[in-house]
Each structure stands twice: as C-alpha cells, then as structure tokens.
C-alpha cells in the first residue's frame, strides 16, 4: 500500500481502525508520515467507478477550495481517480489514502460546532453546480422484489416497514420536482460520523459518497443530523446563511431530503444484509442492524417534516 500511494517506507505493521459501517480503514505509519488507509467496498460494474469519478472529482474540488478535510493522496498508478487497486491476500481490493489527522468524533453539538457546520456547508454549495439530481427512490415495488421468497424475522421485519417506504417515496418524488430546490455537487453525508475534532479544527472526511444533491435538503438533513432540537437546528441554518448560503423557507419539500437519505441508505443495507452486495459476514451481519435502524428512524421522520419546516420561518 506504501508503494502504490508513494508514502515511505513503512516503519510498524498497520492498524485497524474501528467505526466504519461500509469500508475497513487502517492507519500506516512511514518513513513519511502517517496516514489513513481505506479499502473500498466496492462494484466493478461501470456504474461505481462513474460515481466513484463524480465522488473524487468533487472531493478535490473541495481541497482547493479550502474545506477543512485531510489531504487526499493520488496513487501513483490510478486505476481511477484517487483509485489504486493493489492485490492483497490473493485478490484485488480498491483503496483510498488521505493524510491521518490526530483527533476524535463529536460527543456533542456545542454551539461552535454548530456554527462550523452551518459555515463549511456554505462553502461547499460554491463548488460549480452540476446537474439537477435524480432523487427518485426506489419504488415500493422494488423493495417487494427484494424481499419475494426470503425467509426468516429480518425480512418480516422489513416487510413490516414497506408502508412507511411508499409514503416516503411518495413524499420524496413530488418533493425532488419542485423548481425552488437548489442543485448542487457536494459531500451528501455531513453527520457527527464523519467529522473530525483535530487539535487546530474541525475537518470533514469520508468523501466516498460525494455527488448530486439539494443544497436544501443537505443543509436541513445535516441540521438534524448535529442536533433536533428546535434551538440546534435554527442555529446550524443560522450560520448557514451567514456564511452565504441562502437557508430555505418553511415548507416540508425542503426537508424531504431527509426521507431520501433514510430510503437510500436502508435499500443499501438491505441488499448487502441479503447478500446482494459482496461483503465480509461481519459486515452482512451488521447490515441487519444498520437496515432496520434507518427504518426505523424513516418513520419517525414522516410524521415531522411539517413541524421541523415550521422551525425554518423567520
């Protein structure tokens, strides 16, 4: 892995680092620094390696535009943007580098963070704006399909959710066609998860998931993402428009970003709880957990999306 991404020589075998839901991380150590190596969980469909594209390319963007990120590392050979695939143990895996910052998650939504959060998203919605997103969910249908002939209490227990699925996805399909939501290209996964309280800042990482989105959506989804009380999230879009941003109006379509990211990441975890994505047990086991957790959290979303817009008027 030092040799593909030109760090040194290695100086102490790596170590693994806890917390990921979908990707193993290690931290190295080289003659040259330390960094933070991640192996991908990936497709090798043509699919992925597009959105991996879009997902890097905005990544970078957003290094020379000064967010607060570690530094992403090219390979020297790339087999994709910020991409190199490196045998390992018998068979090829995909992996990331970026620059290993010393610090810790957020154990708490202090009203700086909030105001940091409200002021990286306003700088992260100037990155040149591409295509307007396609942010139709998969259709109740589909999830059935999935779900056809498989037995056992995890799929009872997701079927038993499939209600909340078609209202959400109905709510989420008008809402994506409203001609007020802003498109932009952007991180799409700002949550306490994935931000790092170094010693000098804060930093934003985990870029995997990088592309189309709303700057509305985003910017309330993150809100109630840091904290959902009524006070956390006016001052996340405080700060937001103080940065520049331009916050949205009190009306539910600008939250139903936040049904959309529920959707989405259910659906995915739901297919590698399934078996239809290639994953470790460990990490198929814990899919069932994640899945039923996102499910969970997209009912309780559905009743509230008109008490959380209420708390965008001015």
């Known amino acids: 892995m030092a040799a593909a991404f030109g760090l040194g020589e290695v100086l102490e075998p790596w170590t693994p680092v806890t917390g990921g839901a ?18 991908v969980n990936r497709s090798w469909e043509a699919w992925w390696t597009r959105e991996h594209e879009v997902a890097a390319a ?62 990286t998203l306003a700088v992260l919605h100037e990155l040149p704006a591409g295509p307007r997103p396609d942010a139709r969910p998969h259709a109740v249908e589909e999830w059935r399909e999935w779900l056809d002939g498989v037995p056992g209490d995890f799929a009872d227990r997701v079927r038993s959710f499939l209600p909340d699925i078609a209202a959400a996805e109905e709510v989420v399909d008008e809402a994506a066609r409203d001609p007020r939501l ?39 989804r993150t809100a109630l993402a840091f904290d959902g009380t009524a006070e956390g999230f006016t001052r ?38 399934l078996g239809h994505r290639p994953v470790t047990p460990p990490e198929r086991a814990a899919a069932h957990g994640h899945a039923l957790e996102l499910l969970s959290a997209l ?8 008490r959380w817009a209420r708390l965008l008027a001015r």
């Open 22 to 39: 979908s990707h193993l991380v290690w931290r190295l150590r080289t003659t040259r620094g330390d960094w933070a190596v991640k192996r």
């Open 236 to 273: 996340v879009v405080r700060a937001y428009e103080r940065a520049g941003g331009r916050p949205p109006g009190p009306d539910p379509v600008f939250l139903a970003g936040v049904l959309h990211a529920r959707l989405g990441g259910a659906a995915y975890m739901v297919w590698r709880a």
């Open 58 to 119: 905005i990544q970078l963007e957003a290094w020379n535009l000064g967010v607060p990120m570690p530094r992403p590392v090219h390979p020297l050979r790339p087999s994709a943007p910020l991409l190199a695939d490196v045998r390992v143990d018998g068979e090829v895996g995909s992996f990331l580098a970026h620059e290993w910052c010393e610090g810790t998650a957020p154990t708490s939504p202090t009203p700086e963070l909030l105001d940091w959060v409200g002021a």
């Open 299 to 306: 009912r309780v979303a559905l009743p509230n999306l008109e």
């Open 182 to 220: 802003t498109p932009v290209r952007t991180h799409r996964d700002v949550k306490p998860d994935n931000v790092l309280l170094t010693s000098a800042a804060p930093l934003l990482v985990d870029w995997d998931g990088a592309g189309a989105d709303f700057a509305e959506w985003e910017l309330t």
